[in-house]
Nanobody, 127 residues
Framework: QMQLVESGGGLVQPGGSMRISCAGS????????ITWFRQAPGKEREGVLC????????YYTDSVKGRFTISRVKSKNAVYLQMNSLKPEDTAVYYC????????????????????WGKGTLVTVSS
């Protein structure tokens, strides 16, 4: 069964760091672009950033540039989202998703073209 599973969320203080993971099963993540989305309480879902099959990164949210990075861990069939200098406004449920028909990152991360989604992991930034 093909699925994505996020892990690593939790509570972190403002200014802190956290790494969350997106693990794949039933297919090889390396062959596909993987996009991270997030949805804050009371807000619409937004694309955060994406890594293509050639490891090119695309940012969709200006507020995370310089603070968030995305990387692949081939040995674990996983994609990491490293989040530094976290702010309370980063509090959200973070989801990873992929469109199996494409190995490049979408121009617009609307999410409507994603085939598979994880169930999400909650990241709370609070003192």
């Amino acid at each position: 069964q093909m699925q994505l599973v996020e892990s690593g969320g939790g509570l972190v203080q403002p200014g802190g760091s956290m790494r969350i993971s997106c693990a794949g099963s039933g297919f090889i993540l390396d062959y596909h672009a993987i996009t991270w989305f997030r949805q804050a309480p009371g807000k619409e879902r937004e694309g955060v950033l994406c890594i293509s099959s050639s490891d090119t990164t695309t940012y969709y949210t200006d507020s995370v540039k310089g603070r968030f990075t995305i990387s692949r861990v081939k040995s674990k069939n996983a994609v990491y989202l490293q989040m530094n200098s976290l702010k309370p406004e980063d509090t959200a449920v973070y989801y990873c998703a992929t469109d199996l028909r494409d190995n490049i990152c979408p121009v617009l991360a609307s999410g409507v073209d994603m085939d598979y989604w994880g169930k999400g992991t909650l990241v709370t930034v609070s003192s």
